[in-house]
């Protein structure tokens, strides 16, 4: 397996500057509390999510080699990942087969069709619809993209990171909301480039890399929490574990209840609709931390940046504190 470098960031962001939409950080006003904090409003990328950037990094490298093929690409994808191969092959003229577990939320489905994706759904969970995609692949020689597992996917990932570097001087550290470990691995191996902490943050009941770093190596954990249309990997890569095995990474787990206040205080405070793997990252430095392993607490004046790293989201389902659907 590749092991990610920053080299292969580097080069991720040569392909895809000017190819997707520059992150834009605000600082945020968590009252009284000792550090500062910034937000990278990650979530108004193309396709409403970080994995825009992989996507395109993925399909610039492949079209620069010569190795899209005329049947086109295809991926398993709880959403995130579809929408951004669906997006970034129709900029190039090529077919997209997107495969969804059926639990896929009803809006991502929807926009995927809208960037005239051929959507399948398999399975209720996002092993089993890769296990079809791999398939389908196999039998027709459709180029097969990967919604975390590829260093290309994370190096493109990872220029996030960069950019949040270029805006905020003087960073202490970033938290990543963390599935399958893509977007962890790409930020991580980045921070550790310039000296920055990385926090891994995961629901406390789909724990992939938190319980790979116990065991020391990749292992399936179950799948249950309110995140899981984005974080519900049963696996974590081999390679986000390796980043996190590195020097000054961290890894915190949240509670289901800690991540729908946060995703709610978004709403309430700032009028952000995220979606819930989102808050997640938030929800380490707001949630009521039960245990030592959950959440993140930054020292005084530590400079953190939490990464909102999508919005495809029911806007409908953000309610007010009496219960009412929020207008």
């Keep these: 397996m590749h092991q990610l470098g920053y080299g292969d960031i580097k080069a991720a962001g040569a392909r895809i500057t000017g190819r997707i939409r520059p992150v834009s950080v605000v600082q945020a006003d968590l009252v009284g509390e000792p550090h500062e904090t910034w937000l990278a409003l990650e979530f108004m990328q193309y396709t409403g999510s970080f994995k825009a950037r992989g996507a395109q990094n993925f399909i610039q490298a492949h ?13 398993a994808s709880g959403g995130n990942a579809g929408l951004a191969c669906a997006w970034a092959a129709r900029q190039q003229g090529v077919r997209a087969t997107v495969f969804v577990p059926e639990t896929a939320p009803v809006v991502k489905v929807a926009r995927l069709r809208g960037y005239g994706a051929e959507v399948r759904s398999v399975g209720a969970e996002y092993a089993e619809a890769l296990a079809a995609c791999e398939e389908f692949a196999s039998a027709t020689g459709a180029l097969a993209s990967h919604a975390y597992d590829h260093p290309l996917i994370a190096a493109g990932a990872g ?9 905020i001087p ?55 929490s309110v ?19 590195q020097h000054d990474v961290r890894s915190v787990l949240v509670t289901d209840g800690e991540i729908a206040r946060a995703r709610q205080t978004l709403w309430e405070e700032r009028r952000l609709a995220v ?20 959440g993140y607490r930054p020292g005084g004046g ?10 495809n989201t029911d806007a409908g389902s953000l309610v007010r ?7």
């Design 170 to 224: 003087g960073l202490d550290t970033v938290l990543v909301a963390t599935g399958g470990g893509g977007l962890f691995a790409g930020v991580a191996t980045a921070a550790r480039q310039h000296g920055i902490r990385t926090v891994a943050v995961e629901p406390e009941n789909c724990r992939a890399l938190n319980a790979a770093i116990e065991a020391g190596r990749p292992v399936d954990v179950p799948v249950d």
């Design 302 to 311: 530590e400079k953190v940046c939490v990464v909102l790293c999508g919005a």
């Design 63 to 75: 079209r620069e080699a010569g190795t899209l093929p005329e049947v086109g690409v295809t991926i």
């Design 159 to 167: 220029t996030l990171l960069e950019e949040i570097h270029q805006r």
């Design 275 to 294: 979606e819930h793997a989102a808050a997640t990252a938030l929800a380490a430095l707001t949630g009521r931390a039960a245990a030592p392993d959950l």
């Design 321 to 327: 504190p009496e219960g009412r659907a929020a207008a």
């Design 227 to 245: 995140a899981a249309d984005s974080l519900g990997a049963r696996r974590v890569s081999a390679m986000a574990l390796h980043a996190a095995q």
